[in-house]
Nanobody, 117 residues
């Protein structure tokens, strides 16, 4: 069982920045695709960004050019740098770990990000 713990959420004004971090309870995250998802009130959970075991990144169109995902396998962490935040970025952000080509999938409990206008 992998435990993922998110941190770094909070309240920020539009145009500001936040950096989310996710710490994994294992020292083998290098074999997992790591990602960030978000869920706004009344909406479905959506993918924000992910980073493959080889470091290839993918972003939702809505965050391209503003958000950057990175991973540090030595520290068992994945981060999401969020710049130029907009009120529509307000959501609970969840960290995810997927073992490629398997149904194995883990979630953190989430961290709240609120962007005020």
């Amino acid at each position: 069982q992998v435990q993922l713990v998110e941190s770094g959420g909070g309240l920020v004004q539009a145009g500001g920045s936040l950096r989310l971090s996710c710490a994994a309870s294992i020292n083998t995250i290098n074999i997992y695709t790591m990602g960030w998802y978000r869920q706004a009130p009344g909406k479905q959970r959506e993918s924000v960004a992910d980073i493959s075991t080889g470091g290839i990144t993918t972003y939702a169109d809505s965050v391209k050019g503003r958000f950057a995902i990175s991973r540090d396998n030595a520290k068992n962490t994945v981060s999401l740098q969020m710049n130029s935040l907009k009120p529509e970025d307000t959501a609970i952000y969840y960290c995810n770990a997927k073992l490629p080509f398997t149904p194995t999938n883990y979630w953190g409990r989430g961290t709240q990000v609120t962007v005020s206008s």
